[in-house]
Nanobody, 116 residues
Framework: VQLQAFGGGYVQPGGSLNLSCQIF????????IAWYRQPPGKVLEGVAC????????RYLHSVKGRFTISRDNAKNTVTLQMNNLKPEDTAVYYC??????????WGRGTQVTVSS
C-alpha cells in the first residue's frame, strides 16, 4: 500500500488549496482516512478524518468551516479542500489511512505555506 499526496504550495492568507492523496494497493473502501499536519517546530496534529463505516467526518477545531475532507472510492483518492487559509495553517501535511485489521500507512508530506 502506498499513499502519494500532492497539491501543496504557497498561498496568501485567505487563499485556497486542494490537497489530494492517491492510495495505491487498496481495493476496498473500508479504510479510515485522515489528514495530519506538522507545523514548524510543533508536534503532529490531526486535521480531519473520515470514518469508513458511515462517512462521518471530524475536524480540528481551528479548521472547522474552512477545511473539507472527502473521498472518491472509485478513484481511491482522498482530498482536503482548504479555504480561507491562515498563516497558522502553514505545515507539512500528511495523508493517512488505516485498514480494519489495524494496519496503517502514511503518505509523504506535502508542504503548505500561507504567507503574505
Amino acid at each position: 500500500v502506498q499513499l502519494q499526496a500532492f497539491g501543496g504550495g504557497y498561498v496568501q492568507p485567505g487563499g485556497s488549496l486542494n490537497l489530494s492523496c492517491q492510495i495505491f494497493g487498496l481495493n476496498k473502501d473500508d479504510y479510515f482516512i485522515a489528514w495530519y499536519r506538522q507545523p514548524p517546530g510543533k508536534v503532529l496534529e490531526g486535521v480531519a478524518c473520515m470514518a469508513a463505516s458511515d462517512g462521518t467526518s471530524r475536524y480540528l477545531h481551528s479548521v472547522k468551516g474552512r477545511f473539507t475532507i472527502s473521498r472518491d472510492n472509485a478513484k481511491n483518492t482522498v482530498t482536503l479542500q482548504m479555504n480561507n487559509l491562515k498563516p497558522e495553517d502553514t505545515a507539512v501535511y500528511y495523508c493517512y489511512t488505516r485498514r480494519p485489521n489495524g494496519m496503517h500507512y502514511w503518505g509523504r508530506g506535502t508542504q503548505v505555506t500561507v504567507s503574505s
